[in-house]
Protein backbone atom coordinates (compact mmCIF):
# COMPACT_ATOMS: atom_id res chain seq x y z
CA UNK A 1 0.00 0.00 0.00
CA UNK A 2 1.51 3.26 -0.78
CA UNK A 3 1.14 6.53 1.15
CA UNK A 4 2.17 8.48 -1.86
CA UNK A 5 -0.46 10.41 -3.73
CA UNK A 6 -0.33 8.83 -7.38
CA UNK A 7 0.68 11.36 -10.20
CA UNK A 8 -2.25 11.89 -12.68
CA UNK A 9 -2.22 10.85 -16.25
CA UNK A 10 -0.96 13.45 -18.27
CA UNK A 11 -3.16 14.55 -20.95
CA UNK A 12 -3.83 12.49 -23.12
CA UNK A 13 -2.65 9.76 -21.93
CA UNK A 14 -5.30 6.84 -20.72
CA UNK A 15 -6.28 6.27 -17.59
CA UNK A 16 -4.67 3.13 -16.58
CA UNK A 17 -5.93 -0.02 -14.13
CA UNK A 18 -2.85 1.03 -12.28
CA UNK A 19 -4.13 4.46 -11.95
CA UNK A 20 -6.85 3.40 -10.11
CA UNK A 21 -5.61 0.92 -8.00
CA UNK A 22 -2.78 3.14 -6.93
CA UNK A 23 -5.99 5.69 -6.09
CA UNK A 24 -7.44 3.23 -3.91
CA UNK A 25 -4.25 2.06 -2.14
CA UNK A 26 -3.60 5.81 -1.41
CA UNK A 27 -7.28 6.80 0.30
CA UNK A 28 -7.32 3.44 2.13
CA UNK A 29 -3.65 4.29 3.53
CA UNK A 30 -4.85 7.75 4.36
CA UNK A 31 -8.20 6.60 5.65
CA UNK A 32 -8.63 7.32 9.77
CA UNK A 33 -10.01 4.20 11.51
CA UNK A 34 -10.43 3.69 15.00
CA UNK A 35 -8.25 2.84 17.78
CA UNK A 36 -8.47 2.04 21.67
CA UNK A 37 -8.57 6.20 22.14
CA UNK A 38 -10.78 6.92 19.36
CA UNK A 39 -13.42 6.30 17.35
CA UNK A 40 -14.13 7.13 13.75
CA UNK A 41 -17.30 7.20 12.00
CA UNK A 42 -18.04 7.68 8.88
CA UNK A 43 -21.55 8.48 6.76
CA UNK A 44 -22.57 10.42 3.79
CA UNK A 45 -22.14 13.25 6.16
CA UNK A 46 -18.74 13.49 6.77
CA UNK A 47 -16.28 11.74 8.71
CA UNK A 48 -16.34 12.51 12.67
CA UNK A 49 -13.95 11.49 15.57
CA UNK A 50 -14.84 10.73 19.16
CA UNK A 51 -12.56 10.20 21.96
CA UNK A 52 -13.02 6.80 23.48
CA UNK A 53 -14.02 7.43 27.35
CA UNK A 54 -11.25 5.48 29.36
CA UNK A 55 -12.25 3.85 32.27
CA UNK A 56 -12.63 5.73 35.58
CA UNK A 57 -9.46 5.27 37.44
CA UNK A 58 -9.00 3.14 40.32
CA UNK A 59 -9.34 4.72 43.32
CA UNK A 60 -5.79 4.54 45.32
CA UNK A 61 -5.75 0.78 46.42
CA UNK A 62 -8.43 -0.44 43.78
CA UNK A 63 -8.68 -3.55 42.12
CA UNK A 64 -6.57 -1.79 39.29
CA UNK A 65 -3.59 -2.85 41.28
CA UNK A 66 -2.40 -5.91 42.49
CA UNK A 67 -0.55 -5.00 46.14
CA UNK A 68 -0.26 -8.51 47.38
CA UNK A 69 2.67 -8.71 44.63
CA UNK A 70 3.90 -5.34 46.05
CA UNK A 71 6.34 -5.92 49.31
CA UNK A 72 4.57 -4.37 51.96
CA UNK A 73 1.90 -3.82 49.81
CA UNK A 74 -1.72 -3.18 51.16
CA UNK A 75 -5.59 -4.06 51.00
CA UNK A 76 -8.89 -1.98 53.34
CA UNK A 77 -10.93 -4.12 54.54
CA UNK A 78 -9.65 -7.12 53.31
CA UNK A 79 -11.98 -9.82 54.51
CA UNK A 80 -14.82 -7.37 53.72
CA UNK A 81 -16.17 -6.86 57.05
CA UNK A 82 -14.40 -4.53 58.90
CA UNK A 83 -13.49 -0.95 56.69
CA UNK A 84 -10.80 -0.43 59.86
CA UNK A 85 -9.08 -3.16 58.79
CA UNK A 86 -5.73 -2.90 56.77
CA UNK A 87 -3.96 -6.14 55.77
CA UNK A 88 -0.19 -5.57 54.87
CA UNK A 89 1.07 -8.42 52.38
CA UNK A 90 4.74 -9.62 53.68
CA UNK A 91 7.77 -7.88 52.93
CA UNK A 92 11.88 -7.68 53.50
CA UNK A 93 13.78 -5.12 55.67
CA UNK A 94 17.12 -5.90 54.50
CA UNK A 95 17.46 -10.01 55.19
CA UNK A 96 14.58 -9.66 57.69
CA UNK A 97 11.35 -11.32 56.28
CA UNK A 98 8.03 -9.81 57.33
CA UNK A 99 5.42 -11.76 57.95
CA UNK A 100 1.95 -10.45 56.21
CA UNK A 101 -0.17 -9.38 59.12
CA UNK A 102 -3.58 -7.41 59.02
CA UNK A 103 -3.98 -4.36 61.36
CA UNK A 104 -6.89 -2.20 63.10
CA UNK A 105 -6.82 1.30 62.83
CA UNK A 106 -8.92 2.94 65.48
CA UNK A 107 -12.12 4.05 64.83
CA UNK A 108 -11.90 7.79 65.87
CA UNK A 109 -11.22 10.20 62.52
CA UNK A 110 -7.68 10.97 62.06
CA UNK A 111 -4.67 10.07 60.26
CA UNK A 112 -2.80 6.93 61.36
CA UNK A 113 0.51 5.17 60.40
CA UNK A 114 1.47 1.45 59.85
CA UNK A 115 4.62 0.72 60.79
CA UNK A 116 7.23 -2.62 61.16
CA UNK A 117 8.64 -3.06 65.05
CA UNK A 118 11.96 -5.25 64.67
CA UNK A 119 13.85 -6.50 68.28
CA UNK A 120 17.25 -5.56 67.78
CA UNK A 121 17.67 -8.66 69.77
CA UNK A 122 16.21 -11.62 67.46
CA UNK A 123 15.24 -9.68 64.83
CA UNK A 124 11.59 -10.40 65.27
CA UNK A 125 8.94 -8.15 63.58
CA UNK A 126 5.34 -7.50 64.25
CA UNK A 127 3.52 -4.65 62.27
CA UNK A 128 1.79 -1.91 64.37
CA UNK A 129 -0.35 0.87 63.67
CA UNK A 130 -0.86 4.21 65.72
CA UNK A 131 -1.46 8.15 64.95
CA UNK A 132 2.57 8.18 64.95
CA UNK A 133 5.46 5.78 64.88
CA UNK A 134 7.89 5.53 67.84
CA UNK A 135 11.84 6.57 67.78
CA UNK A 136 13.91 3.81 67.49
CA UNK A 137 15.49 2.72 71.01
CA UNK A 138 17.85 0.30 72.70
CA UNK A 139 15.09 -2.61 72.37
CA UNK A 140 13.44 -1.90 68.92
CA UNK A 141 14.09 -0.39 65.46
CA UNK A 142 10.58 1.05 63.95
CA UNK A 143 10.05 1.45 60.13
CA UNK A 144 7.05 3.16 58.37
CA UNK A 145 5.36 1.80 55.87
CA UNK A 146 2.18 3.88 55.27
CA UNK A 147 0.15 6.26 56.31
CA UNK A 148 -3.94 5.92 56.42
CA UNK A 149 -6.82 8.02 56.85
CA UNK A 150 -9.66 7.01 58.90
CA UNK A 151 -12.96 9.01 57.95
CA UNK A 152 -16.53 8.20 59.36
CA UNK A 153 -15.05 4.84 60.54
CA UNK A 154 -13.56 3.90 57.10
CA UNK A 155 -10.15 4.27 56.42
CA UNK A 156 -8.09 4.52 53.30
CA UNK A 157 -4.77 4.78 51.85
CA UNK A 158 -3.10 8.80 52.43
CA UNK A 159 0.43 8.04 51.56
CA UNK A 160 2.59 5.01 50.93
CA UNK A 161 5.95 5.54 52.32
CA UNK A 162 9.25 3.19 51.64
CA UNK A 163 11.99 3.15 54.18
CA UNK A 164 15.38 2.62 52.51
CA UNK A 165 18.10 0.76 53.46
CA UNK A 166 18.06 -0.97 57.22
CA UNK A 167 17.06 1.37 59.46
CA UNK A 168 16.59 4.19 56.92
CA UNK A 169 18.71 5.89 54.34
CA UNK A 170 20.62 8.41 56.25
CA UNK A 171 21.42 10.73 53.73
CA UNK A 172 23.96 13.05 55.59
CA UNK A 173 24.73 13.44 60.01
CA UNK A 174 21.53 15.88 59.64
CA UNK A 175 18.55 13.98 58.81
CA UNK A 176 16.98 11.19 57.15
CA UNK A 177 15.69 10.20 53.96
CA UNK A 178 12.07 8.62 52.78
CA UNK A 179 10.84 8.30 49.38
CA UNK A 180 7.57 9.02 49.61
CA UNK A 181 4.73 7.77 47.02
CA UNK A 182 1.54 9.89 47.68
CA UNK A 183 -1.65 9.31 45.44
CA UNK A 184 -4.45 11.40 44.97
CA UNK A 185 -8.02 10.91 44.36
CA UNK A 186 -7.84 10.38 40.46
CA UNK A 187 -4.92 7.35 40.94
CA UNK A 188 -2.21 9.79 39.87
CA UNK A 189 0.79 8.99 41.71
CA UNK A 190 3.41 11.70 42.77
CA UNK A 191 6.98 10.58 43.93
CA UNK A 192 9.11 12.84 46.80
CA UNK A 193 11.84 12.93 49.16
CA UNK A 194 10.85 13.41 53.05
CA UNK A 195 13.79 14.42 54.74
CA UNK A 196 13.22 14.25 58.66
CA UNK A 197 16.13 15.50 60.82
CA UNK A 198 17.44 18.87 62.88
Not at 150 to 165: F, N, Q, S, Y
Request: glycine letters at 8%.
Amino acid sequence: MSMILPNPPRPGEPVRAEHIKSLIEYCRAITPRSSAFCRVSTTSGGTTFQPVRRPEPESPGGEGVDWSKIMFGYKVNPDGDNPLEVRIYAGRIASIVVAQADVVLPGADGDYYVYVRRAKSNDSTSVMSGADWPDDDATYAYYILHQFEVEAGVAGIKTVIRPLARDKMQVDKTGLQYQVLQIDAEGAVTVDWLRAGP
